[in-house]
């Protein structure tokens, strides 16, 4: 248990740990400090808890989430503070955007949009735009989301925000990518690693290698998108990210399945859907069970295929996504 003398160092060093993508391990911090803080440094509390949020959250927990946001809202109310009143509400939409209720999600940064901008914080407009973008891309909208991605870009470049600015890059390579503007794509999650180059931002690298190599993949470059995803499984499997090394399985398996290797695509599938299934991610369920469907249809046996598919399309279909629209993911 860290000591009141040290709670506060306690609480920083989760918070380095969190900004370079270790979530495991500064969660544990996290909790102690939690545990520690709740009678002596009611304050210190409120903010593990909100950062806790932010780890579930990313993890894709999201009823983990909303308990610590609980906690955090009944310690606010106990204090009679209204401190952290905005924290706690952008926290709540965030977590809105991780469980796909996106029109929600759009409603609650909205406001925050319009405050930051009132603010002329743009760092703050830079990172609401970027989630909004994030949104209005996995709800189908992607000329939106292109749109919210770009404005994010010249908030974070007129704040001066270099990690804002790899951020919006990362929206872009995605958004771009989805609507088959591959090159562009390329170029942005090229653009994107290069700036994060020798950053101790590990899950920015990692998510800049797997981007770059969906987009390598998708323009049939496979022996170049292979060796970027064994790059980003190293990274991710430092980080003990489940959930996002599931997505590196999963662009393995597509690699394969696309060169006729049919027993390893179905390989990584299904290590695949292991890592999904863990974290409770839909979109990479989808995306899995999709790829599923194709494999066995491809082996000639049509009645898995199709049970598959429906499993794929009422994934999606139950978390508000459309992947089953997406050629180029």
Not at 31 to 49: H, M
Not at 145 to 156: I, P, T, V, Y
């Amino acid at each position: 248990m860290p000591s009141g003398e040290n709670l506060e160092q306690s609480f920083e060093k989760a918070e380095r740990l969190r900004n370079q993508g270790y979530f495991d391990r500064a969660a544990a911090i996290y909790r102690k400090v939690l545990a520690t803080s709740e009678n002596r440094d009611p304050e210190l509390y409120i903010e593990s808890c909100l950062s806790l949020a932010s780890v579930h959250r990313s993890l894709g927990a999201v009823k983990q989430a909303r308990e610590r946001l609980k906690q955090a809202e009944r310690m606010a109310r106990k204090l009679g503070t209204r401190e952290f009143n905005d924290r706690l509400a952008l926290e709540d939409a965030l977590v809105d955007r991780a469980a796909g209720a996106y029109a929600k999600s759009l409603s609650k940064l909205k406001v925050f949009l319009n405050k930051f901008r009132r603010e002329r914080d743009w760092s703050g407009a830079a990172f609401i735009l970027w989630a909004t973008g994030g949104a209005r891309r996995f709800s189908g909208d992607l000329k939106g989301g292109e749109r919210d991605f770009h404005d994010s870009l010249k908030f974070a470049k007129r704040a001066k925000d270099k990690d804002g600015q790899i951020y919006a890059l990362f929206g872009l390579g995605g958004v771009t990518r989805i609507a088959g503007r591959l090159e562009e794509s390329r170029k942005f999650y090229t653009e994107a690693g290069k700036q994060l180059k020798g950053s101790d931002d590990v899950f920015g690298r990692a998510y800049a290698h797997c981007g770059l190599a969906n987009a390598l993949r998708q323009l049939g470059l496979w022996a170049e998108a292979r060796k970027n995803y064994e790059r980003s499984h190293r990274l991710y499997s430092s980080l003990g990210d489940k959930v996002d090394l599931a997505y590196v399985d999963w662009g393995l398996g597509k690699i394969a399945l696309q060169q006729g290797e049919f027993s390893a695509a179905e390989n990584y599938f299904r290590k695949a859907l292991k890592g999904f299934a863990w974290g409770d991610e839909a979109r990479g369920l989808a995306l899995t069970e999709g790829s599923l469907a194709a494999l066995h249809h491809a082996r000639g046996d049509t009645k898995t295929a199709e049970s598959w598919f429906e499993r794929s399309l009422n994934t999606a279909r139950k978390a508000g996504l459309r992947t089953y629209l997406e050629p180029f993911t």
